[in-house]
Each structure stands twice: as C-alpha cells, then as structure tokens.
C-alpha cells in the first residue's frame, strides 16, 4: 500500500506538470508516449513473434501523426491515414503468414483500436476547444474523465473493503463486489459535482454561459455512465490479462503495474464523456 500510494503521489505531481503544459506540444508528446507504451504492453501481452515488430513498428509513426493531427494540420486526412496504415497491417500478415498468428493480430488490433481512441479523445478536446474561445474547458472535462475514472475506482476501493459482499465478477476480478461499484458510480458523481462546482468558481464559464441546473444533472448523468464504463473497461483488462497468463501489464508504475493497469478504468470514459460534454459546451 505505501508503494501505491508515493507512486500516486508522484503520479499526481508529474500530470499537474503535464496540465500546466496543456496548450504546447509537449501535450500531444506525453499522451503519445503514453499510447505508444500501451499499445507495446499489449503486444507483449499477446506474445506476437515474428511479423509483430514490423506491425509495431508501423504503429508508431501512425500514433504520432494521429496525436499530432490538429498541430500538423492533417486532420482531414485521418480517415486516409488509417486507411494506408491498414493496409500495411494486411502486408505485414501476408509477408510472415506462416507465423502471425491472425487471431492475436486481431486481437491486438481491438485493444490497440480502444487505447487509441480513448488517448486520441483527450487531444481531440484540446483541438475543438481552443482556449481562445473555451476558455480552459477542454482541461475541465479532462479532468472530469480522469476524476469519473480515479475517483470512481477509489470510492469503490474502500466501499468495497467495507461493505462488500456480493462478487460482482468473480471468475474476471474476484475482490470487485457489487457494493464497491455502487460505492464507485456515487463516488464518481459526487467528485463530478465538486470538480464542476470549482470550476464554474475559478473560471470564466460566461464565455458559454453560468453553470446551470442543467448542466450539474448532465455531470451527473455521465458520471454515472462514465463510471459505469470504468469498471467495464476494469474487467475488460483483467479479463485479457487472465488470457494471456499475466498479472500486470507492465511495471512503469511500481505497486500498480503498466500504462493498461492504471488506466484501463479510463479506456471507455474517455471517448464518451468527451462526446457527451459537448451537450455543454457545443462546438
């Protein structure tokens, strides 16, 4: 538990440079090298041999040019982006055929599909909210994600040390109980109200206009959903990593474990909370 908690702290420290940092390059940099790390626990959880470099490989620079999109200004040419490198995949599996092994190919292509939407939604905040215009909004419903994420996973943590009696999915994650994730969906609407309270405190939110009643019950709506999301992406990520043998994915974050391990409960909270904060702030 004291590892976990100075790695946390750290953890907390090293994303506050980061935010401090938001309206640079060094943004996109650190949620590239974020991804890139991921998407390599993945193929090293999928143990790809011979073909599986060269897809990695390939991956990167797709990464880079998808994360820096808004900055490079290509973001009308993702659409061919994707397209080009899919059919690099498609050489790659006709070139070493004889030992790719297409369902773990497939596999990772999943996975690897779901970590990078979920990185590219943070960016993709930051490229239809300028600060010109938005003010620090984008860096708000960041916030929030990682708040419905972390906070939620936190809530159900000690709801469930306390309460919890009735497995939630025992055969996938057998602490996780049914009371923890109640513990978590209130935890995570209560840490959105509050992050979105001191908001409308510390900044300028006339530039869309004063928070509203309306606007707490669309917080707490995707609270809901958004931590409901996290534990599915939870098990999501256990349920892989029972698969494929492994505790961890990695070890970058001593007492937690790999990019995947600390934020697997983000995966699927991210892209729909962005989508669904635009209800608040549309673009």
């Not at 996973?153 to 009371?179: C, I, Q, W």
């Not at 996290?230 to 007492?255: E, N």
Request: contains cysteine; proline residues 3%.
């Amino acid at each position: 538990m004291k590892t976990r908690l100075i790695t946390a702290g750290v953890g907390l420290v090293i994303l506050g440079i980061v935010m401090t940092l938001f309206h640079t390059p060094v943004f996109e940099l650190v949620v590239s090298i974020l991804t890139i790390i991921a998407i390599d626990e993945i193929y090293k959880a999928f143990k790809l041999e011979s073909g599986g470099k060269m897809i990695f490989a390939g991956a990167i620079p797709y990464i880079l040019l998808l994360l820096f999109s808004n900055l490079l200004k290509i973001e009308p040419y993702l659409l061919i982006l994707t397209f080009v490198f899919l059919i690099y995949i498609a050489c790659c599996m006709v070139r070493h055929s004889q030992t790719l092994d297409f369902k773990k190919l497939s596999a990772l292509l999943v996975f690897g599909a779901i970590v990078v939407s979920c990185f590219y939604s943070v960016v993709w905040l930051k490229s239809i909210l300028p600060e010109d215009l938005y003010g620090h909004h984008a860096l708000y419903i960041i916030f929030l994600i990682l708040g419905f994420a972390w906070g939620g996973d936190s809530a159900a943590y000690f709801t469930g040390r306390m309460f919890g009696k009735h497995k939630l999915a025992p055969v996938v994650s057998p602490n996780k109980t049914v009371e923890g994730a109640i513990g978590g969906v209130m935890g995570s609407v209560l840490l959105g109200i509050i992050i979105t309270a001191v908001y409308g405190m510390i900044s300028d939110v006339n530039i869309i206009g004063n928070f509203t009643l309306n606007h707490y019950v669309i917080v707490s709506v995707l609270a809901v959903v958004g931590s409901l999301l996290g534990i599915l992406g939870d098990l999501f990520a256990s349920s892989v990593k029972r698969q494929c043998g492994i505790k961890d994915y990695g070890y970058i974050f001593p007492g937690h474990g790999g990019i995947l391990d600390r934020f697997d409960s983000v995966l699927f909270i991210a892209p729909i909370v962005a989508l669904g904060m635009t209800l608040l702030f549309p673009v």
